[in-house]
């Protein structure tokens, strides 16, 4: 049975980073495209919940790491919305540190997002 990651966040977790960005496409078409981007090739290995109701996407992986997007209606097109967040129950503190790359490098990466799905699927 594949794992899945937690709908709700556990009781002890921080937002690290949060990032939004608007892009001109239809928002099931944002969903569609960041969804094939982020389902793991092996669900086994890997938390991925996929709650195409909310739009809302989540991947969980090591013992602290906790991406979610969402993906909403916007003037003109969508608006996506991504958090980055420590769900370390024991020793949460060290969650940052342990992250500390990852964390560094995620306002370029949310970035090379909005950037590659603008230019797949805007209008």
Do not use: C
Not at 5 to 28: C, F, K, M, Q, W
Not at 34 to 52: Q, Y
């Amino acid at each position: 049975m594949p794992k899945s990651a937690p709908h709700d966040r556990p009781a002890r977790n921080t937002v690290l980073r949060s990032y939004a960005g608007e892009i001109h496409a239809n928002p099931a078409d944002v969903y569609a495209a960041i969804k094939r981007r982020l389902t793991p090739p092996d669900p086994e290995v890997s938390g991925f919940t996929a709650d195409d109701d909310q739009r809302l996407l989540i991947v969980q992986g090591g013992w602290w790491y906790r991406g979610e997007y969402r993906v909403l209606p916007a003037d003109g097109g969508s608006r996506i919305e991504h958090e980055l967040v420590n769900v370390a129950q024991a020793a949460h503190w060290a969650g940052p540190i342990a992250g500390r790359k990852s964390i560094q490098q995620s306002a370029h990466v949310f970035g090379r997002l909005l950037t590659e799905l603008a230019a797949e699927l805007e209008d």
